[in-house]
Structures are given as structure tokens and as C-alpha cells.
């Protein structure tokens, strides 16, 4: 009975293994690997510049790449939650004032404000904290001048003297 426990773990082991290499997070390269077991939830956990993402059986049927790419996405807004909301904070701390909402969704760009709120890509997660901070920064002061102006980039430069590393970082990818 065990010899055929054994198999099995093993052939399952074999081919319910899903790799991709580099996955950016919070400006840090880490390698991901699915793993489908038999469990209700997905769970993910971080152990030496690798995530691990243990997915249901059930999902084993669909696309590889498809299943990858969704939960590198599902992991990128769990992680926009908590980043974002800390940068908005940290935000409204410095600033005194903050948007009437903001939301997190995927879009075209990184961030936009409009009608008095703020909307965060999720993917900006890929970037180290300093990039999420300035990404956030530069829509706040989309509520007080809503183009790029002398007063627009003379507000985020009080508030950030070294904006332009930022910009250089996400111009250059």
C-alpha cells in the first residue's frame, strides 16, 4: 500500500509543478512556483526569493500559463491591498488632505485621479516602496492642479526632492 502511495506522490509531485522566472515584487526579483494539492484555498508563502503558490487540484485542467498568470495577478492585488493603502496614508499623513475615494484596478496606466479620485494599477507592486510612494504622491497632486504644470511638479517636489529618480526608474522599463 505504501509502495503505491509513494508512486503516486511521486508522479503528482512530477507534473503538478509550475515555474516562472523573474516575478518583480516590491522592486525584488523572485522566482514562483505552483504547486496544486489537495486543498479548498489557495495559500501562498514566501521562503528564500521564492513564492510559492499551493492551488486547488481543480485548477489543474486549466492552461499552465493561464493558471500562472492569474495567480501572479491574484498575488499583486493581495499585495496592492496592503501597498497601497499604506502609501495612501502615508500620503494624506504629509499632504493633510486626501481623495474623496480611491480604488485599485487594472488599466493602462499606473495611476490616474479624476472627479476627485484616485485609481491604482495593482501592478504597481512590481516596484520597490520609494516608486509606489511617488506613484501615489504624483495623484494627490493631480487633486490640487490637474495638469502638468510648474505648480504640479514644484508641489511634488517639495514633497519629493528626488521625483525624477522615480520617473527614470518607470520610463525605463
Do not use: W
Not at 499551493?54 to 489543474?60: A, F, M
Not at 501572479?72 to 496614508?89: F, G, L, P, S
Not at 501592478?123 to 490637474?146: A, F, G
Amino acid at each position: 500500500m505504501n509502495l503505491v502511495k509513494r508512486k503516486v506522490i511521486i508522479k503528482t509531485a512530477n507534473n503538478t509543478t509550475l515555474e516562472r522566472h523573474p516575478v518583480p515584487v516590491l522592486g525584488m526579483d523572485y522566482k514562483v512556483k505552483i504547486v496544486y494539492k489537495n486543498t479548498k484555498i489557495t495559500e501562498l508563502d514566501v521562503e528564500d526569493k521564492t513564492i510559492k503558490i499551493s492551488l486547488p487540484n481543480r485548477y489543474k485542467k486549466m492552461n499552465n500559463q493561464e493558471i500562472l498568470d492569474l495567480a501572479i495577478e491574484k498575488m499583486y492585488e493581495q499585495i496592492a491591498k496592503v501597498e497601497i493603502e499604506r502609501a495612501m496614508e502615508k500620503t494624506r499623513i504629509m499632504l493633510g488632505f486626501a481623495p474623496e475615494e480611491y480604488e485599485i484596478k487594472k488599466m493602462r496606466t499606473l495611476g490616474k485621479c479624476e472627479d476627485k479620485k484616485i485609481t491604482i494599477h495593482p501592478e504597481v507592486v512590481k516596484y520597490n516602496r520609494k516608486v509606489i510612494d511617488y506613484i501615489v504622491l504624483h495623484q494627490y497632486c493631480h487633486l490640487k492642479h490637474k495638469n502638468h504644470t510648474k505648480a504640479f511638479f514644484k508641489m511634488l517636489e517639495t514633497y519629493l526632492p528626488n521625483y525624477k529618480k522615480c520617473e527614470e526608474i518607470l520610463l525605463n522599463l
